[in-house]
């Protein structure tokens, strides 16, 4: 190598006192040795990638036939060289990790949105004290990555379903609060309190009648009588019973939605036709708004606002649940069009 291309970095002044471990490795004289300036890292740049304070530099020396590294061992410089070292178990790093896949897991269960779910998990990282945090979410689970020096705790948790419980999502809120207002310090207590919370289920007996009574109110929004809101009311309260019996016996939710959306529908439709002597499109109407009942607002909702704000994998993968029940529900409603079609022309309508 040319002697012109010989360059001598001199370390800054915070590098001058001797080190305890100095390792030197020789590369052959015609090695190609780019050359770099010391890299500067500020105490803002360390204290956000998790590692102590001051001003540092990458001790690295270039010369014509040799290539020295400089390590201070047991001090911040060992993040250079140094491989990643995963920790597991009940060390403080690892259920940190733990506890923030556990928040995320939860929040996207109970029906939160992925905007939501991320912010919460990271000013909840940052409260604990945790500055290099990776998070990943998809419709299977969600990820947690915290590095701290050369140590990385990983997590994961699977998310088996969205529902909804908003009840559920408000006490986890709360408990971001009491975290980042210092109420609660304890990575254990904070652990425990998220695992402690529950969904609270209503009634599945008032739900059915609740479902039932919002059937006929859509029946009266849409220009319905009295005769069409009750047979909406009667088929709303056959197709949420049905609907629950099939998801108790482990049914898929869209083979549920189709069966539940025949079932009410038919119901609902025969008692306006030839309980009420209804006309057809007063039939239609009942059958309708008894379907609108399996609408999945919520979902929908949520894939909307994920793909708008930039989560669009997440997003569409809940649209694209969200149709599949919305067609499921159509198909039912279908079925049922075609039934009450065939027993109208086949069947007097004085028939009770």
């Not at 690892?94 to 897991?105: E, I, R």
């Not at 629950?244 to 306006?272: D, Q």
């Not at 909307?304 to 649940?321: M, N, Q």
């Not at 599949?324 to 009450?340: D, F, M, N, P, R």
Request: hydrophobic content about 45%; charged content about 15%.
């Amino acid at each position: 190598m040319d002697q012109s291309h010989h360059v001598d970095h001199e370390l800054p002044a915070h590098f001058a006192p001797d080190f305890p471990h100095e390792h030197h490795t020789a590369l052959p004289e015609d090695f190609p040795v780019e050359l770099h300036e010391s890299t500067n890292y500020s105490q803002e740049q360390l204290k956000q990638d998790g590692y102590g304070q001051g001003s540092y530099a990458a001790p690295v020396m270039f010369s014509t036939g040799d290539f020295g590294v400089t390590t201070v061992e047991g001090t911040e410089y060992e993040r250079f060289l140094l491989p990643d070292k995963f920790v597991t178990g009940e060390g403080e790093l690892a259920l940190k990790a733990k506890l923030l896949a556990t928040l995320g897991w939860r929040m996207a269960s109970y029906g939160a949105e992925t905007r939501l779910i991320v912010q919460s998990v990271k000013k909840m990282a940052h409260d604990l004290g945790c500055h290099s945090v990776d998070l990943s979410i998809t419709r299977d689970g969600i990820i947690v990555k915290l590095r701290r020096g050369y140590e990385v705790a990983v997590e994961f948790k699977e998310i088996k379903q969205f529902a909804i419980n908003m009840d559920a999502l408000a006490r986890l809120h709360h408990i971001c609060l009491f975290v980042s207002e210092g109420k609660l310090t304890d990575p254990k207590k904070i652990y425990h309190a998220i695992r402690a919370v529950r969904p609270r289920h209503y009634s599945r007996n008032l739900l059915i009648v609740i479902e039932a009574i919002a059937g006929g109110c859509f029946a009266y929004l849409n220009g319905g009588t009295l005769a069409v809101c009750l047979s909406a009311i009667i088929g709303g309260l056959l197709l949420m019973y049905s609907r629950f019996a099939f998801i108790k016996r482990g049914f898929f939710e869209s083979f549920t939605f189709m069966l539940s959306a025949c079932i009410g529908s038919l119901i609902a439709s025969l008692v306006c036709h030839y309980g009420f002597h209804a006309s057809q499109d007063e039939t239609l109407i009942a059958a309708t708004c008894t379907t609108l009942l399996l609408v999945p607002g919520f979902p929908m909702l949520n894939g909307f606002l994920d793909i708008f704000k930039g989560y669009v994998p997440i997003g569409l993968t809940r649209l694209v649940i969200a149709v599949v029940l919305v067609i499921s529900a159509a198909v039912g409603l279908l079925t049922t069009s075609y039934l009450t079609s065939l027993l109208i022309t086949y069947l007097p309508q004085n028939l009770w």
